[in-house]
């Protein structure tokens, strides 16, 4: 099984606004788990400090197990 990861952007006590689903194939969970907070570190930085404390954002993610030889084809 491959695995793709799915950022979500939400707000504390509110639902999540935006999804993004990186379009990378992992062909371990470990892999998708560790690049996961990577990523989820990354855009905490890009969304900037004044930014985070007046939203109160959160970035959450999960690594979705997906079958198929090309993932990318629906």
Not at 4 to 9: C, G, H, N, T
Not at 13 to 29: F, N, R, S
Not at 36 to 50: F, Q, T
Request: proline share 3%.
């Amino acid at each position: 099984m491959k695995y793709v990861l799915v950022l979500y952007l939400c707000i504390t006590g509110q639902t999540c606004i935006e999804e993004k689903i990186v379009p990378v194939e992992y062909p371990k969970y470990y892999d998708c788990l560790s690049d996961g907070y990577i990523r989820a570190y990354s855009s905490i930085h890009s969304l900037g400090v004044e930014n985070i404390e007046k939203n109160k954002f959160i970035v959450k993610f999960e690594c979705r197990g997906v079958k198929g030889e090309n993932i990318w084809q629906y």
